[in-house]
């Protein structure tokens, strides 16, 4: 909390911070709520219960909005949350295979995240695909430390990799992602770990860092290069995990692709990560272009092939930008927002 009140001090001018009109916070969790609100006791008390399922998430969100809570005393403070792209995914693909009580009496059911970030992909997919978002089909990839990937019909997100927590799916920088849940059983059973340890374990221990003692995927694609055989087996979890998911979401959209896009840390600054995804799916329309590939670092790109069916983009996600959208829509009560005078913390 200190750190994030001295960064604000010492990085927000006295005029920057007369002109803030509101500021925006991205919050991973929210349970029930996922549309953007104003904070307000009862939507903090929320944010507060969610923390349990973000565990690396929401405990800093909450800091944020006690720092800026601290600096910006009457402006409003609004809560842009991770799952609201995802509100639109159907039953079958955000439920549980668990008793039905565990959804209305507990809410366990899959929310997802990032969606600040799959829906600036998806609006900024349809601008280079040419068409409405409303018309065009495709998979986001957004692979940073945290990666998910989204499955997106008509605009609209069908499914996405992480569940009730940020934990499911891909293979992380720290998290396990996908595993057979005995495998909780047996290690509490087995190493005799409590829920609190087993948490840390899963959240904090696992993933990249596990397997190869860093979570940074530089790092672990030099030790490959050097023949280390732990990273090796990362990167190539990594990439395989990856692989998989956009055949599975080709099927969930009836094979009906107009686009994969890459995004974030990884996704788009790493020509290397994303020919080791993409060369494999070329039976599945997926033609990576090399030379465009390997130009497209840090900024926007089509990176497949001129007759690829499926097209490859690069795009630099903006969560920031979106935030600050999104919290002057709250402030203004939901007039169409223009961008800027909103900070984003
Ligand atoms: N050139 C690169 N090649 C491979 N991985 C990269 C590259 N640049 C950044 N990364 C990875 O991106 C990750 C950070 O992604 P980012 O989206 O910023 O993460 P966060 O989830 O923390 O917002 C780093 O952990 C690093 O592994
Ligand atoms: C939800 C999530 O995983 O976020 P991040 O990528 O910022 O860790
Ligand atoms: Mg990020």
Known sequence: MKGILDFIKENVSATFAREV??????????????????????????????????????????????????????VPQVAVFDTAFHQTMPPHAYMYGLPYDLYEKHKIRRYGFHGTSHKYLVEQAAVMLGKPASEINVITCHLGNGSSVAAVRGGQCVDTSMGLTPLEGLLMGTRCGDMDPAVVLHIQNQCGLSVKETDTLLNKKSGLLGLTGSNDLRAVIEGAGKGEARSQLGLDMFTYRVRKYIGAYTAALDGQVDAVVFSAGIGENSPFIRKLIAEPLHTMGMQLDAAANDKAVGRAGVISAPGSRVKLLVIPTDEELCIAEQTLQVVKGGAAAATGGAAAA
């Open 21 to 74: 009109v509101a500021v925006g916070h991205r919050i991973v969790h929210g349970l029930d709520l996922s549309q953007p609100v104003l904070l307000t006791p009862s939507s903090l008390a929320t944010i507060k219960q969610a923390a349990v399922l973000a565990p690396l998430h929401n405990p800093p969100g909450l800091q944020g909005i006690e720092a800026a809570t601290e600096v910006f005393t009457d």
